[in-house]
């Protein structure tokens, strides 16, 4: 019996379309810059949050409504899950998912059995995916969870927990491939620190980075191709997340020799926790060569935390788009969304209503951005306050060829700089809105 009997396919149907559940702007064979919208975007649904997510917060207990739950933790309601999961997928019109080992499946006794029934879930998935066509995009370890994760997992202050959690990420990897995902993922989970008395950041630094090279070593060995990820993330769920930012975690991939194995998986309600705006964060991922895949979601700016929203607004969406299409685009990354709804959204209608708002929400931000790189006037603006870089001394000292003898002697002669002029921020402000 379908979970979703009410919804048969969401269809595009255009801008005019007065119908809540059809796509106005996500149109997947729409070629935008010379490719269709689908390549472009690689729409992901997450399994957490979607198909775990019980709507319980700190004062209260789970909202959700979900008639193909039984209650139970066992192995045969996380396979009747998998299949609800790729109804939904597939009747979204998604392309890919994304998952944790444990959110698939249920944790055994021992990790044996953890393991026994991540294989029966996978077997289903792997039949599901060839039904549907749907792809894995990443497969992550939950290493964060469970107890044993108490003082983080490669940075744990006990050497047991790194071992299970290298086992946890060892079979994962495995699972990874087996599924054809494209890339693997590793959030910071409890690697941070709540007191720094009680904690040697050397140490666990280095137990961290032992753990991605030994998960590049066994990628290697098992002849898994994917994109290996790491999403920053700043506070939450301890006070200080190690992968605190693009630039930090930029800064660990090159101290200890990752850069060229590891991407960064940017998600917008993080960028805004690290004092950020998302595009700034891609930004500076792309222009390094890490931008790798994207968590789409939004915080709420009157809220300090990570509330974890769908993304609905066009100038996110928008910023989004134009850095990534400056950089080429996310592929094997894409548009992941890592978001929930709200408790009180508790209907399973509404896991539609949210994933079709975000995906016309990215699909139109995608549309904006191309329409405002097609004209060229923002990049023009943008190199024509540059332009005293272009020629003369600008030129020279980017070229490495003027030293502080030569801009001594420059300026001496000169005796005051050009005139500076104006930044026209408003102008451009008001540049972008013609688009919108
Ligand atoms: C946590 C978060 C995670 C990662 C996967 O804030 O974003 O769900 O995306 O572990
Ligand atoms: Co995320």
Redesign the pocket.
């Known amino acids: 019996m379908p979970a979703f009997p009410e919804i048969d396919k969401i269809r595009y149907e255009g801008p005019d379309s007065r119908n809540p559940l059809a796509f106005r702007w996500y149109n997947a064979d729409e070629l935008v810059e010379g490719q269709t919208m689908r390549e472009h975007l690689r729409f992901s649904v997450?399994y957490?949050h979607t198909f775990r997510g019980t709507g319980s917060d700190p004062f209260g207990a789970g909202t959700m409504v979900r008639p193909w739950e039984d209650g139970t933790d066992s192995v045969e309601n996380a396979i009747r899950r998998a299949r609800v999961a790729f109804e939904f997928i597939e009747k979204l019109g998604a392309p890919f998912y994304a998952f944790?080992d444990r959110d698939v499946a249920p944790e055994g006794a021992t990790l044996a059995e953890s393991n026994r029934n991540l294989d029966r879930v996978v077997e289903v998935l792997k039949q599901e995916q060839q039904r549907t066509g749907i792809r894995l995009l990443w497969g992550?370890a939950?290493l964060f969870s469970n107890p044993r994760y108490l003082h983080g997992a490669g940075t744990s202050c006990n050497a047991d927990a790194f071992a299970y959690a290298a086992s946890q990420v060892k079979k994962c990897l495995e699972v990874t491939k087996e599924l054809g995902g494209v890339n693997y993922?590793f959030?910071g989970?409890r690697e941070g620190y709540q007191n720094l008395y009680n904690t040697d950041m050397k140490r666990e630094l280095d137990h961290l980075a032992r753990l991605l090279h030994l998960a590049v070593d066994y990628a290697r060995q098992i002849g898994f191709t994917g994109q290996f990820l790491i999403?920053p993330?700043p506070k939450?769920p301890t006070k200080h997340q190690y992968d605190s930012d693009a630039a930090a975690c930029l800064n660990f991939l090159r101290a200890y020799d990752l850069l060229d194995h590891f991407k960064l998986?940017l998600?917008t309600?993080?960028a805004t926790l690290a004092g950020h705006s998302m595009m700034h964060e891609l930004d500076y991922a792309g222009m390094q060569g890490g931008l790798g895949s994207i968590?789409a979601n939004t915080g709420d700016l009157l809220l300090g935390w990570?509330t974890?929203q769908f993304p609905t607004d066009l100038y996110l969406t928008t910023q989004c788009m134009l850095v990534i299409l400056k950089y080429g685009g996310l592929a094997p990354g894409g548009v992941n969304f890592?978001a929930k709804v709200r408790r009180e959204s508790f209907e399973p209608i509404d896991l539609f209503h949210a994933h079709v708002g975000g995906m016309d929400a990215f699909a139109r931000g995608l549309k904006i951005a191309a329409a405002i790189r097609a004209d060229g006037e923002l990049d023009a603006l943008l190199r024509e306050r540059y332009r005293s870089w272009d020629t003369g001394i600008g030129a020279e000292i980017e070229a490495g060829r003027a030293d502080f003898n030569a801009l001594e002697q420059y300026m001496l002669a000169k005796g005051e700089i050009d005139a500076n002029r104006s930044g026209r921020q408003e102008m451009l402000e008001n540049l972008i809105n013609r688009y919108l």
Request: proline fraction near 0%.
């Open positions: 997450v957490w944790h992550t939950n993922v959030w989970g999403e993330k939450e998986n998600e309600n993080h968590d990570d974890d890592d």
